[in-house]
C-alpha cells in the first residue's frame, strides 16, 4: 500500500509569509508525529497525535508553530510569521499505535528566504 | 549532553569492510530504532529492537539495555550502503523519537 506522503515537498517562503505543510498517514495507522530536520542535525520531536488528539506538543519551538489532524487522518502542520530559523526538513512519520515502528514520508524541506 | 550520542560522526570505508556505529543513551527506554537517511532526506527503519540481536541481510544490530548502549553493523560493505544512519530511542512513557545527530557512512569501491 501507499506510504506516508508529505506535500509540498519544498516551499520557499519569505520572512513573515505563513505556510502550511501536509501529511497523510498510513492508512489505519492510528500515531503520527512531526519532526524538524536542520541541515546537518537529527530530526527532533515537535508534536504527536493519537488519532485526532493532540497529545503531546512539547517540541513545538514557538507559538507560531500549530498542528492539527481534526479526522484522525490526514495533518497539517502550520507556521505562522515565518523566520529564518524555521528553514529546516520538516518529516512527518506515523505508526499503528504508539511505541512501535515508525513509518516516515519524504518531507517537505522550508526554506525562509 | 545529548540524551542520544552517536559514534563515529562520519566513516569512509573501503567496499567490503565491516563496519560498526554505536549508539549510547542516557534515558530510560522502551526501545531502539536504526534508521538509513539517504541524500534528498528520505528515512527508511531498519530495525526496532529492545533486547538481545536482530539481523536482516547484511545488516545486524544488537542493544545491551544495562548498558544502555547499541551498535549497527554492516557486514561486507558496498558503495550502496553509503548514507546516514540514525539511532533513535523511544522514551519509556512516550511514543516520540529521541534522535541522535547521525553517523555518516561513506562506502568507496
Known amino acids: 500500500g501507499a506510504g506516508v506522503s508529505q506535500s509540498p515537498r519544498y516551499k520557499v517562503a519569505k520572512r513573515g509569509q505563513d505556510v502550511a505543510l501536509r501529511c497523510d498517514p498510513i492508512s489505519g495507522h492510528v500515531s503520527l508525529f512531526w519532526y524538524q530536520q536542520a541541515l546537518g542535525q537529527g530530526p527532533e520531536f515537535l508534536t504527536y497525535?493519537?488519532?485526532?488528539?493532540?497529545?503531546?506538543k512539547s517540541g513545538l519551538p514557538s507559538d507560531r508553530f500549530f498542528a492539527e489532524r481534526p479526522e484522525g487522518s490526514v495533518s497539517t502542520l502550520k507556521i505562522q510569521r515565518t523566520q529564518q530559523e524555521d528553514s529546516a526538513v520538516y518529516l512527518c512519520?506515523?505508526?499503528?499505535?504508539?511505541?512501535?515502528?515508525?513509518?516516515f514520508g519524504p518531507g517537505t524541506r522550508l526554506t525562509v528566504t | 549532553k545529548n540524551e542520544v550520542e552517536q559514534s563515529p560522526q562520519n566513516l569512509t570505508a573501503q567496499e567490503g569492510e565491516f563496519i560498526t556505529i554505536n549508539c549510547s543513551y542516557s534515558?530510560?527506554?522502551?526501545?531502539l530504532h536504526w534508521l538509513q537517511q539517504h541524500p534528498g532526506g528520505g528515512i527508511v527503519s531498519l530495525f526496532m529492537?529492545?533486547?538481545g540481536k536482530k539481523k536482516h541481510g547484511r545488516l545486524i544490530a544488537t542493544i545491551n539495555i544495562q548498558e544502555k548502549h547499541s551498535s549497527l553493523h554492516i557486514t561486507a560493505s558496498h558503495p550502496r550502503d553509503s548514507a546516514v544512519y540514525i539511532c533513535?530511542?523511544?522514551?519509556?512513557?512516550?511514543?516520540?523519537?529521541?534522535f541522535g545527530k547521525g553517523t555518516k557512512l561513506s562506502v568507496k569501491p
Open positions: 529492537l529492545s533486547s
Open positions: 497525535f493519537q488519532n485526532e488528539a493532540q497529545l503531546d
Open positions: 534515558v530510560g527506554i522502551s526501545a
Open positions: 512519520a506515523s505508526s499503528f499505535s504508539d511505541r512501535v515502528e515508525q513509518y
Open positions: 533513535a530511542v523511544i522514551r519509556g512513557s512516550q511514543g516520540n523519537l529521541i
